[in-house]
């Protein structure tokens, strides 16, 4: 059925169709700070027919700003330095394309120099070094004297992880209305509900792996030794997490580091040109306080307040056809009707991350690591657990090291002094303390941490609720949280990066758009829904 929505209007809708007609042809859309849903809004509604009901839609923000979790300070220079996410993989469609389309350059992460060293530190000793920069945990050719096939086998396993969730966008998969029914049918839950350590000592890893000939003979595990200097550094780096308290597709997810970019001037521009090109109404400074619906199957009203405001919510102009959420739920303090929510959205435990930048002409100092005076110290420092050392998750989980990495992000011209400085960022479990950073430079930090006699010229601290802790699960928060009401965040328990939050905003959209281009109004069964445009094959709204 191609047009079935015309069917409806022509019999039972048609007789109040004229009348109701202004009313009836805009479908409003309310999103709370989701850029990719109301970019792909604007996109999937360009393949509804002329006469299907015109999408408007809202967005609102709590802060001044776009982007959320991906945000860009700058250092005195005006350099622009990534706070938040800062890298992603060319595989990340979504980004990459976004990229492309609104003309963003690529940049270097980091700007090392030749002959840096990056290494990994477990608290005693420096358990891995090299000098080849960006791409040190793949160099897999390099790593063989050491650990022998593991990189292999790991550097297999996190392509097959990788392969199976990018069918998530092909056709047959996308949209999706449960993410836990995707995951299952695409094999990996056999990963999510274990952890990375589990998965790394299965012996049988050929049998997950799509493999070369060269692998199909080999039915090792994981060498430990590689998981722990190695893997783990990655999965602290990214996610502060050891290996045996993250699930094992977000394990592999922090190894899956081939290709990886981020965006010149910083990784926010691609959510704010998404709402830019959205054309959709943007109130900034504007924080969603309740979700109403106060007749069955009526339109939902929102309360709003302006962020940091003493003033009381008011109530929204306008009622909205769907309503999505498109922020951590647990953290968004809004509250509902008992009828808006028919499924409740479930709280995730969150990690509680530090993130300290700094600047300053000093650099490492040797002696912090347990070097000798004068020996090099390295500019990027990823750490690990030591052999001795029992694995915890969240702070505890830090160990010895007292921190998870320690990177040198750039060099930078002090606008004051006219030095050469570096730009460091520190990912820690705690704040960041004088005394910590005084062995670290190897000179005295004062109280302030800036000031006249401060090594440090600039300091920049911060936290954020960064991810969730990633423990084993098998089921995962649905988009469909109610009868227009639809969630994103339930993502980022299977994986949290800013391709996967932009993933389920897609998702959103388009289920939104197959169902206005299935009905003249919003209703129905899920059932006869899900049967008429489940398999996203026959809507209008199918072509992007
Ligand atoms: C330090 C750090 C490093 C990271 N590194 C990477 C990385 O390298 N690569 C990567 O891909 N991912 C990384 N991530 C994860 C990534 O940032 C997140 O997965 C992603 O940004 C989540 O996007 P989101 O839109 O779902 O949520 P958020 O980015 O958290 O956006 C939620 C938005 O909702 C707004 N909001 C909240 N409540 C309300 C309300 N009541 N009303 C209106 N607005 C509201 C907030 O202001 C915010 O703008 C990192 C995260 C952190 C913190
Ligand atoms: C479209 O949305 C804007 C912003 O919320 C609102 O002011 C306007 O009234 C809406 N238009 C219609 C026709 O509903
Ligand atoms: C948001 O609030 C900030 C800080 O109060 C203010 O500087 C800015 O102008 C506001 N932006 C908008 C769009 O109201
Ligand atoms: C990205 O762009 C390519 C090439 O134009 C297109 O085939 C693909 O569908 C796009 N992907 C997404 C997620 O928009």
């Given amino acids: 059925m191609k047009f079935p929505w015309l069917e409806l209007a022509l019999t039972g809708f048609g007789a109040t169709a004229g009348e109701a007609e202004v009313d009836e042809k805009v479908h409003n859309v309310a999103v709370i700070a989701g850029s990719s849903t109301a970019y792909y809004l604007s996109r999937f509604a360009e393949t509804l027919p002329t006469n299907a ?27 622009p330095v990534e706070l938040g ?88 998969n996308f949209p999706f209305r449960s993410l836990s029914a995707k995951v299952y049918e695409l094999g990996l839950v056999k990963q ?24 199909r003979t080999d039915k090792k595990q ?24 993250i699930h094992g597709v977000e394990a592999m997810v922090s190894f899956a580091t081939e290709g990886a970019v981020s965006v010149e001037g910083g990784n926010w521009q691609i959510f704010d040109k998404m709402v830019q090109s959205s054309g959709a109404t943007l109130h900034r400074n504007t924080s969603v306080t309740s979700i109403s619906r106060p007749k069955q199957d009526g339109k939902y009203f929102v309360s709003t307040k302006i962020d940091g405001s003493a003033s009381a919510a008011e109530a929204y102009s306008i009622g909205f056809d769907e309503v999505v959420i498109a922020a951590p739920w647990q953290f968004s303090q809004i509250t509902t009707d008992a009828s808006v929510l028919r499924h409740k959205i479930e709280e995730v435990p969150y990690t509680k991350l530090h993130v300290t930048l700094f600047t300053s002409p000093y650099r490492l100092h040797p002696q912090f690591f347990g070097l000798a005076p004068g020996a090099k110290a390295p500019s990027n420092v990823y750490t690990t657990l030591s052999e001795d050392e029992t694995p915890a998750s969240g702070a505890d989980g830090v160990g010895r090291t007292g921190f998870y990495s320690i990177s040198t992000l750039k060099t930078t011209n002090n606008p004051n002094t006219g030095r050469l400085e570096f730009v460091y960022k520190i ?7 004088p005394a910590f950073l005084s062995s670290v430079l190897g000179t005295a930090v004062p109280d302030s941490f800036t000031g006249d006699k401060s090594p440090i010229s600039w300091y920049h601290p911060a936290w954020f609720h960064s991810y969730p802790i990633e423990l084993p699960r098998v089921t995962f928060q649905d988009p469909v949280v109610g009868d227009g009401v639809w969630y994103t965040g339930g993502i980022e328990s299977f994986i949290s990066t800013m391709e996967t939050s932009a993933l389920m905003g897609m998702n959103v959209a388009k289920l939104i758009v197959d169902e206005v281009g299935s009905f003249p109004q919003k209703g129905g069964e899920d059932k006869v829904a899900e049967d008429m445009y489940g398999k996203g094959a026959d809507g209008p709204g199918d072509e992007l």
Avoid at 61 to 70: A, F, N
Avoid at 94 to 114: C, H, Q
Avoid at 200 to 211: D, F, G, I, Y
Wanted: aromatic share 12%; with cysteine; charged share 25%.
């Fill in 192 to 215: 999510t509900g274990i952890t990375g350590s589990e998965l790394l000592k299965q012996k049988n890893v050929r049998h997950m792996v799509s493999c070369n000939d060269a692998e």
């Fill in 53 to 79: 009901p015109a999408l408007n839609i809202t967005i609102f923000e709590k802060t001044d700003r776009v982007g959320g979790r991906s945000l860009t300070v700058s250092a005195p220079s005006g350099q």
């Fill in 222 to 245: 994981i060498d430990e030794k590689f998981a722990r200097h190695i893997i783990q550094a990655a999965t602290r780096v990214n996610y502060a997490s050891n290996l045996a308290f």
């Fill in 85 to 172: 996410a800062s890298i992603f993989i060319t595989k990340n469609e979504i980004l990459l394309n976004a990229t492309r389309d609104f003309d963003l350059a690529l940049g270097n992460l980091r700007e090392g120099s030749p002959g840096d060293i990056t290494a990994i530190w477990d608290g005693q000793e420096f358990v891995y070094q090299t000098t080849d920069g960006e791409s040190w945990w793949w160099d897999v050719g390099k790593m063989f004297w050491r650990y022998g096939m593991s990189p292999y086998r790991a550097v297999n396993l996190v392509k097959d992880t990788v392969g199976r969730f990018l069918e998530l966008y092909e056709e047959h």
């Fill in 427 to 433: 990912f820690s479990a705690e704040a960041i303390s």
